[in-house]
Structure formats: C-alpha cells, structure tokens
DNA sequence: TATTGTTATACTCTATAACTATA
DNA sequence: TATAGTTATAGAGTATAACAATA
C-alpha cells in the first residue's frame, strides 16, 4: 500500500471518529467547522462561508436555521448594505466552542497514540509539507461536505 | 492544525485526485478496489466482498451488475452450494486492472512529489505504524463508500 | 429455520433554478 | 442589471425490508 492509500484510509478514519466524537455534543462536523470558522472571522457574510465549506447556498440556509434555532449562531443584517446577513456566535455558540477543544485534542492524542512525541512531530512536519504543497488551505476541509446535518 | 485534521485535509484530497484518475478510465474507486480485491481472492462469494467494502447487499447487486454488463466480472454459481454466487475477474477486467497500475503509481508520485526518498520513507512507516495500530485492514476502505457508481 | 442473493419501496439528500429584496 | 439570500421542486442515491431460492 502507498502512502496515498494510507493517507485516503487514515483521513477517513480519523473524520468518522471525529464526527463520533462530537456527536456527544449534538454536532457534526461541518457544524463544529462553522463555529471554528465564526470565531476566526466573525461577521462573515453567508455567501462567504457558503463558498468555503463548499456548499451551495441553497443548502447552507437551512444549515444555518438549525444552528441559528439552537442558539449557537446569530444572522445580523449588515446596515451598509442590507442584502448581506453577516454571521456570529452567540455566547453559546462561544461557550459550546470552549467544550469543543478539548474534545478535538482528546482526538488528536488518541489517533497518535503510538507515535513518540520526536515521530510526531516528523509527521505533522511532513504532512504540513504536504498541505503546503497541494495549497490546501487550513479550515474546514472538502470531505466535510458530505457528512449530514441533523 | 494537528495531526488528525491534516490527515483526513489530505486523505479526502487524495481520494478526490484518485477519483478523477481512475475517471479516465470510466471507473470509479469503488470499482477499481473491486477490481483489485478479485484479483487478490478470486470466487469470492458477494456477502463477502459486500462485507469487505462496507455496502450492503442490495446496493451491492446493481453495482456488480454494471460491472459485469462491462464485461470485467463474471458470476459463477458455486456448484456445491448453490445460493452462492461466486465472483471472477474476466480477461477484460484483468487488462484493465493493468491499465489502473500505472495509474496508480503516478498518483503516488504526484502527490509525493515534495518528499525527498528518505522523507517518503519515513513518512510511510509513520502512517503504517498508526493504520496498523488502528486494525486499519489494507483493502478498499470506508471512505470509499460514498463515491457514487455511474 | 437460516442464509444468499435479489427486488421494491419509501425516504433522505442534493442541486437547479425560480423568486424576493436590496443595490 | 447584478448580487445575497431564500424557497420550491424534481431527481438521484440510499437503506429497510419483503421476497425467492437454496441449504
């Protein structure tokens, strides 16, 4: 097997058990990715976030209302130009995104368990080599698309 | 970012760069997975390969179904118990899983290209180390299942 | 009665594109 | 006229479960 292999294997892998783990806090992860994405750039107008989850808008609204209906999001119309609904946190949203850090660094020190902390740092080095390479930008990445909404 | 979200960044970008390799010959890496694993173990029953790739059953059934209208699989009923139906490569799809090899290595080498030989090396044990830490089974893997047959 | 393979159905998810409001 | 957001709809893909054949 190849490293492509491996790395096709080992990423799909490690999104399930991440979609496990933050099912316990009723998200998925491309829920959890926006509340990432609004607490680095509040006030993103939707289109924009539309774009970088890779979604189109037609199905980032109703993505949106479920987490505006639980609290965690907040749609203000921009008064300069009111076709734009900017996006924030609510404190919950920030509150629910404090329970979530520890929750991913649970899952970062699971799946690398078996690695030296020298070997880990190899492979994040190298893989961050990578990344940089085939311009893949930090955020929420593609294969998020496709993992359901509630 | 860590570890976990790096690889499955760029595991779903390899699946994705593999999809449209195998595209070119109208396969989908699903398909070509099945290829490989009846060219590893033949006469497989299709319980079992369904198994292997995760699928159930009754999307199992069309999807050989295209294959073997292709004329690369065979089904053969298993003269000792008659509910099985045995799996084969045809000579077609032994010629075109020759096809998929090149394929293959040049994906590897494209997305490797930044490594210099010792970093692959190394790179490669790291990630064999944790996919066998991980009973991550070498074979076509879960990720695999949502890519759609055509 | 259990298991393999198959088929049918009902359901979910999605994209396309029409529509509203603002500019 | 163009763009942000929204809504409606039609289509694709899926799993569940009923079914037939064989054991």
Redesign the interface.
């Known amino acids: 097997?190849?490293?492509?292999?491996?790395?096709?294997?080992?990423?799909?892998?490690?999104?399930?058990?991440?979609a496990e783990r933050v099912a316990a806090l009723d998200l998925t992860p491309p829920q959890a990715g926006l509340l990432r994405m609004l607490k680095g750039s509040p006030g993103c107008s939707q289109r924009e976030l539309a774009d970088r989850l890779g979604m189109p808008p037609s199905r980032f609204v109703p993505f949106v209302d479920t987490m505006e209906e639980r609290g965690l999001v907040e749609r203000r119309r921009n008064p300069d130009d009111r076709r734009l609904h900017a996006l924030y946190l609510t404190e919950a949203g920030e509150s629910l995104l404090d329970e979530l850090r520890p929750l991913?660094m649970a899952?970062?020190a699971d799946?690398?368990?078996?690695?030296s902390p020298e070997?880990?740092r190899?492979?994040?080095g190298?893989?961050?080599?990578?990344?940089a390479?085939?311009n893949?930008t930090?955020g929420v990445?593609?294969?998020f698309r496709?993992v359901r909404p509630r």
Do not use: I
């Open positions: 097997m190849g490293v492509a292999f491996l790395l096709a294997q080992l990423g799909s892998h490690a999104a399930g058990l991440f991913a899952h970062e799946l690398t368990s078996t690695l070997e880990y190899q492979l994040k190298l893989l961050q080599r990578m990344a390479d085939k893949l930090p990445h593609p294969g496709s």
